[in-house]
Each structure stands twice: as C-alpha cells, then as structure tokens.
C-alpha cells in the first residue's frame, strides 16, 4: 500500500494515478476482511474501487489527464502533513492493542448489541440492524447527503442552458 | 464502442448477474454481509457498464432522467416516511418496533423498507451523475463542434 502511494506522489498522469487509487482501494478492502469487517470491505471494494474509480475517469474526460506543476513552494506543505502524521501517531499511542478484551469497544455497548441486537430486531447480522435500527438517524443522514451530492452535481452540471436553448427554440 | 463484439457480448452475458448479485446484496443485506448501500452501488455500476458499452443514448433509454430524478427524491423520502409513518401508529420516529404486530416483525420491516430507501437513492445518485458527466461531455463536444446535435 505505501508504495501505491508513493507512486501516486510522484505520477503526474491522472490515468495512473486514478488507477493506482483503486488498486490502494481493493488492498484495503483486503485488509478489511483480513480484521473481520465483511461490510466495510464490500463498501469499500464496491465504492472506493469501482464507482469512484469511474466517476474519477469521467471527471479526467471532462477536464485533463495532466496534473499541473505546482507553482508555490513545497516546504510550508510538508511540514503540515508531517505534523499531522505526528500528532495521528501519537494519538494512536493511547488506542487499545487490537483485540483487546478490556478495550472501551469490547466493554461500553458492544456486548449489548451483540447480544440484544439479534433478539429484539430478529436479523441475524448485527451490522445491518445497528445501521438500520439502533442508528437509524445517522444512516438516514447518510442517505440525505448521498441525495445533496446528487442534487448538488445535477445543478452543476445538468445541462439547463441546452434545455433553455431548446425551449427558446420552441418558442420561436 | 459499437464496434467491440466482444465486450458487447460479455456485457450482455454480465447484466442479469449483476443485477441478480445486486438484489441479492439488497435483501439479505439481513443475513449476511451487504446492504442498500453496496446493493445500489452494485445496481449503478451495472447500468454504468451498459452505458459504457452500448452507448449514453441506449442507456437513457433504459433508465430515463426522469425516473433518476424521481427515485433521488424517492428513496429519501420512503426512509423519511418510514420514519413518519412510525410516528403516525404511535411510535416515536424511526422506532420500527410499532410497524407490525410484534416487535420483532415491525423491525424486519422497518429494516427492510429503509434499506429499500437507500438503495433507490443510491443508485439512482450514482447512475444520474455518472450520465451527467458523459452527457456534459458530449455536450461540450458538440459546442466545439459547432453544431448542436439533439441528444
């Protein structure tokens, strides 16, 4: 994976580098399914290497496979994201071993779900049901922003000065 | 693109599976692994394909813009009313335990209304801007072209 994204620093083709995003996409998703996490590994392979990858392509056809030159200096950059690998690092000095029994998400409400979960909503898979049901609001919120971007894009990009065009036509 | 018999056949032989593996994705999203979410994804990249391979214009016929737009707006909204509707038996909003006769019922449903939900909006969202670019595209095209082919 780190050399995926070493590659994807130094190409300057967008081709290559949506490519390799997807590429980087279904690693992740392996390593998703390597922890257990079957639904974010399908998510992932499904959004991250196969819709994206082709939205990307059509952003690519619409503008340029030419990554420009970066006109300003690179300095004030690097020392930012430097900062903020420091900061991420040290932050995960405080997160629990993986698979930690006496893990805060081994002990809060993780068995409650795992437990009640099957037997109050009768779905055996206990992802959908906590996605679904107990946090039922966050995925409606999810899906509403799904719709803006939607929405959002249609604005943008739907032709209404070709439909204009085509009503003033009818009118004359 | 009409030219590659091969791709052509291959897609066409790819379809109904895709299709069958989205509503599969959809539905048991309850038993296993999936969900709205992967099953509209699913559903959109196989209407992308078509329309890869057989042309933008096939496609529209296939899925009209109007029916995009309606099933954006559809999918949010039967989750919202889903939500709605709860309250309206008496319920508090998007507690499906009120739906059907017993809780355990009531939830299936719930479940498996909201996921519907999603996976309309999904699919209809990925679909409508996948078309949007390749029809701004053609577009853009054609204003270089000098002529303003229908589309």
């Keep these: 994976m780190s050399i995926t994204v070493c590659a994807i620093l130094r190409i300057r083709n967008l081709y290559a580098v949506v490519m390799l995003g997807s590429i980087f996409s279904v690693m992740a998703a392996a390593i998703f399914v390597i922890l257990d996490a079957v639904d974010v590994a ?25 990554e ?4 300003h200096t690179k300095i004030l950059p690097l020392i930012m994201v430097c ?67 939607g929405i959002g894009v249609i604005l943008l990009l739907g032709n209404w000065r070709h439909i204009g065009r085509r009503r003033e036509d009818k009118d004359v | 693109m009409y030219s590659y018999l091969v791709l052509r056949v291959v897609a066409k032989l790819l379809m109904p599976f895709i299709m069958l593996f989205g509503l599969y994705v959809q539905f048991h999203g309850d038993f296993g692994p999936g ?66 006769q017993n809780a355990v019922h009531g939830q299936h449903l719930g479940i498996l209304l909201v996921e519907l939900g999603v996976g309309i909006t999904v699919t209809s969202v990925m679909v409508m801007v996948f078309f949007t670019f390749a029809r701004h595209r053609q577009t853009k095209g054609d204003d270089q072209d000098g002529g303003s082919r229908p589309l």
Excluded: C, W
């Design chain 1, 42 to 66: 399908f998510t992932e392979a499904a959004v991250g290497a196969g819709i994206s990858t082709v939205l990307a392509l059509g952003t690519i056809a619409l503008t340029t496979d030419r």
């Design chain 2, 35 to 100: 969900g709205g979410f992967q099953a509209g994804v699913i559903f959109a990249a196989g209407f992308i394909l078509y329309a890869l391979i057989f042309g933008l214009q096939n496609a529209s016929r296939v899925l009209p813009r109007g029916i995009l737009r309606f099933g954006i707006a559809l999918g949010v909204l039967l989750y919202a009313g889903v939500g709605v509707y709860n309250l309206l038996v008496g319920g508090k909003y998007l507690d499906y335990n009120v739906m059907a």
């Design chain 1, 83 to 149: 900062l903020t690998g420091v900061a991420l690092i040290y932050g995960t000095l405080d997160l629990a071993h993986y698979g930690d029994p006496n893990a805060p998400v081994q002990t809060h409400v993780g068995p409650d779900y795992l437990r009640d979960a099957p037997v109050k909503t009768g779905i055996p898979n206990v992802v959908t049901s906590i996605l679904a049901s107990y946090r039922g609001y966050d995925t409606l919120g999810e899906v509403v922003v799904i719709f803006t971007a």
């Design chain 1, 68 to 71: 420009k030159k970066p006109s």
